[in-house]
């Protein structure tokens, strides 16, 4: 039976993939320390969990509050004199959004299909009050452009209802999952809903659902866009 990850690396692991979106494995997080990955397994299944010294490496190289790794308590990001800034630590949060891949969403060229729950290989971390079946995704391709480039993930709540202009997940008749704007156009004679999923960029056609199958999954309920270099 595989052993529980130790709360202090948890966080640790946790944290440290929303202040450095490289870090995803446990070899990421290794390299981002200096650390070897047989130090970082200790810390995470055996003992104490991390020790002082990998707190104050991780508060180092990392910013993370290394009282926060020890206890919970306090901010997560390590601040400086706030006297001094103009900026404040952001609490990123406890709840665990599962991180839908590419490979288990069939390489699909746009959104991720829903997953199986559990089956998640990253997490994100938010204080967002969500349903259970939240999740995930990262954006690829360029038909929601300019607002939101490849590689910008998304939080999504299925429990959440689409209201006009809203950005929503959608599966279209193929079973293939796909993120656009909302755009409600009224009920069709059968008294279903009509609606049309539209992109940001307009070199991308519009999906009406009076003429393909479509079904909303989910609202996205947060963006989180990264400076690319």
């Given amino acids: 039976m595989k052993k529980e990850m130790h709360e202090t690396f948890r966080r640790l692991f946790e944290a440290a993939k929303q202040v450095r979106?490289?870090?995803?494995?446990?070899?990421?997080?290794?390299?981002?320390?200096?650390?070897?990955?047989?130090?970082?397994?200790?810390?995470a299944y055996r003992g104490n969990g991390v020790s002082k010294q990998g707190r104050l490496i991780a508060q180092r190289e990392l910013g993370i509050n290394a009282t926060w790794i020890d206890d919970g308590?306090?901010?997560?990001?390590?601040?400086?004199?706030?006297?001094?800034?103009?900026?404040r630590p952001a609490d990123v949060g406890l709840r665990r959004i599962p991180l839908i891949s590419r490979v288990?969403?069939?390489?699909?060229?746009?959104?991720?299909?829903?997953?199986p729950l559990g089956a998640a290989f990253e997490y994100l971390l938010?204080?967002?009050?969500?349903?259970?079946?939240?999740?995930?995704?990262?954006?690829?391709?360029?038909?929601?452009?300019?607002?939101?480039?490849?590689?910008?993930?998304?939080?999504?709540d299925p429990a959440?209802?689409?209201?006009?202009?809203?950005?929503?997940?959608?599966?279209?008749?193929?079973?293939?999952?796909?993120?656009?704007?909302?755009?409600?156009?009224?009920?069709?004679?059968?008294?279903?809903?009509?609606?049309?999923?539209?992109?940001?960029n307009v070199d991308y056609p519009t999906i009406n659902s009076a003429n393909e199958p479509a079904r909303i999954i989910g609202v996205m309920v947060e963006h989180r866009r990264y400076r690319r270099r």
């Fill in 21 to 43: 979106p490289g870090i995803v494995t446990v070899a990421d997080l290794a390299r981002a320390l200096n650390q070897s990955e047989q130090t970082i397994n200790n810390w």
């Fill in 160 to 200: 959440v209802g689409p209201q006009p202009g809203d950005f929503v997940v959608a599966k279209n008749g193929s079973e293939e999952a796909t993120f656009k704007k909302y755009r409600p156009r009224g009920i069709g004679q059968d008294g279903r809903e009509i609606f049309e999923l539209v992109p940001l």
């Fill in 73 to 87: 308590q306090g901010q997560i990001v390590a601040g400086s004199d706030p006297g001094n800034a103009n900026v």
């Fill in 104 to 115: 288990q969403a069939g390489l699909m060229t746009e959104a991720i299909s829903p997953f």
């Fill in 126 to 156: 938010t204080d967002l009050k969500l349903s259970e079946q939240a999740f995930a995704l990262e954006i690829e391709g360029q038909s929601m452009e300019p607002e939101f480039k490849e590689g910008d993930r998304i939080i999504i």
